[in-house]
Nanobody, 114 residues
Framework: QVQLVQSGGGLVQPGGSLRLSCVASISTFDFYNMAWYRQAPGKQREMVATVTTAGSINYADSVKGRFTVSRDNAKNTMYLQMDSLKPEDTAVYYC????????WGQGTQVTVSS
């Protein structure tokens, strides 16, 4: 069973920064494609950023140039560095590990407000 434990998040003012972490309890972490999703109140869950096993990275248009996703296979960890945060980035953020089946983290709240 794969477990993903998220940390980071919280309340930040517009223009601020936060970093999310996602630690996976899997010995074959480097075989999993990883992703960050978010879900705002009343909205569907949407992809924020993905990083494949080969290191290919993709971002949602809404976060390009502001967010940076990375993975450290030696630490079984994926990160999301979020800069220049906007109120519309407010959401619960989830990490996902996917090989044949997708696994989700517990979610972490990010609130951008003055």
């Amino acid at each position: 069973q794969v477990q993903l434990v998220q940390s980071g998040g919280g309340l930040v003012q517009p223009g601020g920064s936060l970093r999310l972490s996602c630690v996976a309890s899997i010995s074959t972490f480097d075989f999993y494609n990883m992703a960050w999703y978010r879900q705002a109140p009343g909205k569907q869950r949407e992809m924020v950023a993905t990083v494949t096993t080969a290191g290919s990275i993709n971002y949602a248009d809404s976060v390009k140039g502001r967010f940076t996703v990375s993975r450290d296979n030696a630490k079984n960890t994926m990160y999301l560095q979020m800069d220049s945060l906007k109120p519309e980035d407010t959401a619960v953020y989830y990490c996902q590990a996917k090989r044949r089946v997708g696994y989700w983290g517990q979610g972490t709240q990010v609130t951008v407000s003055s």
